[in-house]
């Protein structure tokens, strides 16, 4: 009202009195929905804490090992073989290559754990008694290769003493870290009484120290010296993976989207097309396992539990996310832009490629990269095309034997050896949300770079 | 229409098409083919699926003169439009029928190049809708898809010379590089209007060109079209009769898909002879 006199309270109306009744309604429920999704995102935000958390707390000491400080000496006597063969003048290279053969043949039938032994002892204090199978169980059972390869590569360390950094066992690891009971009496330990002492001692004394477990990264996965377990195999087939995965997924994706959404002409066919791409998504994973089991190894007999046939059946699930993304993206480019194209005589295809493509790039990009994260983590279609095999090898290419991060994720969870393994099923499941995590800030970034660009 | 009618039309635009030639071949005698074009459509009937969007339509639009296409929402106006450079071809379950003719040759000719078309004939539309690329790519693209321009230089030549043309280069010469989408509503739509003059059209059309800009701008416009008018010619679809007064010498009213009127501008809004004209120049209806 702008009168000039302000006019005297009005009595409400009967129709007032209606509204407020009915407003007083509306803004309890809106209260109500707005509490109610408060309390949703509280709980999943709860829930993500509680994991992350979780693995958090079992995952990060894995980072850190129990690594044995030991100066080993190659004592010709223990050693007991000749000093490596030299070419002598006149000899056949022939020859010289038998001979060295032969050294090599004999240093590797040595008893290296004597060496081992040997360097314990002169490690222990002055006096102490225990057993050279007590005293054994502290290094990881790998020791010996790891001595023996250093000598092998330099003989000249003969009669030398050397400084090693050695992993000591997974048990030793777990009573230094003190997740055994201590305790729990002799018969329910895992390690012998001597050893525990002798552990303590050598913990005390800077012998024993946790060191990052590099050997996490750098190592291949192993049963017999599981202290040396690492992800090196599992990260580098899941990245053969995705590079099959990127080579094919991307291009096939991105052009069937292009033809469906631009050029393909609309009628029942690819109707029925479209919706079969969007149930494609929904299909389980582990259906497009049988799928590559079935069509790629058996009927074209590629090898099994290699990252080619895991790239391929990966690739046939990403496919579906990047067709249904990049054709939502070329639906949202707005008619004004393909007009102002085709109105200046542009064919369909100029249109396409020189202003609907460059407008959706950072979309269909995000949507790349959301996909191949998907098919990182994925674990069930690998495991039926045999990619859940022990692999102790890095993967020389996409048709080695390999295994995956997440499914090697599996097979730690699942191992025999829990007090040890728990810790690094953790650390490699902290590996893999890293990776994750790296992709998805990837795919944020470039999206704003290339939007702000636009 | 009817017969007598149809007669009467020819007759009024061949009298305007030869006091427009005798005009132009006086301020520019080398284009003498040029003069000549001129669109005619027949019976043009345009269906949207089961929908019948206009009811054989049948006009002659004269070369360098501004033919204006006015009428109330939905009078198929645009739709018409349209059908000239075929941009309903790109709509789903749309039907041309009827015939199109520019220079007397079919427009809807199977063996006729729906590109080459679209090049002959220009087209800027309602909200202007610049490439989200640099002034200079949005003028240049025309000519660099249709290969109009032999070297850079010659490109450059192009691209200021459709600027000026549409009275935009003073505004951006210092900033070619930069966006098209970041200049103002009304510099968009010229910058529009260059891009389309850059690929050499002999036709422009125009939908609501106006329509989203504010009264300055469209007052530049409508400056423009009239300068543009003395080089090609301009059909324009628009909801205002004021402008249609103001840029046009001809002025077609449709009326629920049917070509109700059409001829001199200053007959249709002086004199019109149906009553449903009368009533939409009056603002009775619309």
Partial sequence: MTDQTAPAAKQPTQRTLQIRASLRRRHLSEQIFRIMGIIAICAALGFVALLFTDVLRKGIPAFHQATLHLDITFDPEIIGVDPAPVQIAGQSAADFNAAQLAWQRNVAMLNWNNVITAAMTEAAPEGFEIDSRALLAIPETNARHVVREAFVADPSLLGQTHRFDLLASANVDNWVKGNIDRSLDDSRQQLPADTRGLVDILVENGTITQDFAWGLFTNVDSRAAPASAGLAGAFMGSLYMMLVVIVLAVPIGVASAIYLEEFAPKSRLTDLIEVNINNLAAVPSIVFGLLGAAVFINFFGLPRSAPLVGGLVLTLMTLPTIIIATRAALQAVSPALRQAALGLGASKTQMVFHHVLPVTFPSILTATIIGVAQALGETAPLLLIGMNAFVASIPGSPVDQATALPVQIFLWQGNENRNFFEARTSAAIMVLLGLMILLNAVAIFLRTRLERRA | ?286
Wanted: glycine residues 8%; hydrophobic residues 40%.
């Fill in chain 2, 1 to 286: 229409m009817t017969n007598t009618e149809n007669a009467k039309m020819d007759m009024v635009a061949s009298k305007i098409m030869t006091t427009q030639q005798s005009v132009s071949a006086a301020m520019n005698p080398i284009d003498s083919l040029e003069r000549q074009l001129r669109l005619t459509a027949r019976d043009v009937t345009v269906h949207y699926g089961a929908k019948q969007a206009l009811h054989g339509i049948s006009i002659d639009i004269p070369d360098r003169a501004v033919t204006s296409f006015i009428g109330p929402s939905g009078c198929g106006k645009s739709t018409f439009l349209r059908c000239i450079n075929r941009m309903n071809d790109t709509i789903e379950g749309a039907r041309v029928g009827g015939t199109i003719k520019l220079d007397g040759e079919d427009i809807y000719d199977p063996s006729l190049d729906v590109v080459e078309l679209r090049a002959r004939i220009g087209m800027v539309f309602q909200k202007p809708n610049p490439f989200p690329k640099s002034i200079f790519d949005n003028v240049a693209y025309g000519p660099r898809i249709h290969g109009l321009a032999k070297s850079k230089a010659d490109l450059e030549e192009i691209v200021v010379s459709s600027l000026r043309k549409a009275g935009l280069f003073e505004e951006v010469k210092d900033r070619l590089s930069e966006p098209g989408t970041g200049l103002s509503g009304g510099q968009q739509q010229r910058l529009c209007i260059a891009r389309a003059i850059a690929v050499g059209p002999e036709v422009i059309l125009m939908d609501e060109p106006c329509s989203a800009l504010d009264p300055i701008a469209t007052a530049i416009i409508e400056e423009l079209i009239d300068e543009l008018r003395e080089n090609y010619t301009i059909v324009i679809v628009t909801h205002s009769m004021q402008q249609a007064a103001r840029v046009s010498q001809k002025t077609a009213f449709f009326h629920l898909g049917n070509l109700i009127e059409h001829g001199d501008t200053e007959d249709i809004f002086t004199n019109p002879v149906n009553k449903q004209t009368q009533d939409y120049i009056m603002g009775r209806i619309g």
